[in-house]
């Protein structure tokens, strides 16, 4: 659940899944495991691993997540805007709230907005309750967020 000693971004496991796989001499289990990291100041990425073992699946997940870093654009604490995050069926509504609420959101997405260092927000999700659909559809909405100086930029303005 958090760093390892190369002083990498804290990682959250969100989800472990087992497999079974029926075989002649019984079950042969594997594992998937969900994992977000972020360096809680504007950067989160998500992964998922597949792999005989716990540990493994941990690990690949990391190492994906690390890979799939993005950057999400904060203003003070908590976001510039009102977005919603579609992911097959899986819908997440992310509101900016005032300094001192905190984070209202279930434990999936809340892995999502702390490792992105989002500190005041509020959530909701609607649609999917599956784990990785949730994840996916927080950082689509994460993706859609644009600052003000962003959208001046795209329109040729001055703000």
């Known amino acids: 659940m958090s760093s390892d000693s190369t ?7 969100v989800q472990i899944r087992r497999c079974a796989c029926v075989v002649k001499g019984g079950r042969r289990f594997s594992f ?5 990291q972020g360096n809680e100041n504007g950067r ?10 716990v540990p493994a699946a941990v690990e690949k997940a990391r190492s994906q997540s690390s890979r799939r870093q993005k950057s999400v654009p904060l203003e003070g604490t908590t976001i510039p805007h009102r977005v919603v995050g579609r992911y097959g069926a899986a819908k997440v509504l992310l509101l900016p709230a ?14 999502v907005v702390e490792s992105a260092g989002i500190k005041d927000i509020l959530t909701k999700s609607r649609g999917s309750n599956n784990p ?9 909405a994460l993706s859609n967020l644009r600052t003000r100086e962003d959208v001046a930029r795209l329109r040729g303005v001055e703000v």
Request: positive net charge; hydrophobic residues 45%; without cysteine.
């Open 32 to 36: 998937a495991a969900l994992v977000v």
């Open 44 to 53: 989160v990425g998500f992964g998922y691993g597949k792999a005989k073992e």
């Open 98 to 111: 005032s300094p001192g609420t905190g984070i209202i959101a279930g434990a999936t997405v809340r892995a």
């Open 132 to 140: 990785v659909n949730l994840v996916k559809a927080t950082m689509n």
């Open 7 to 13: 002083g990498s971004s804290p990682e959250r496991v």
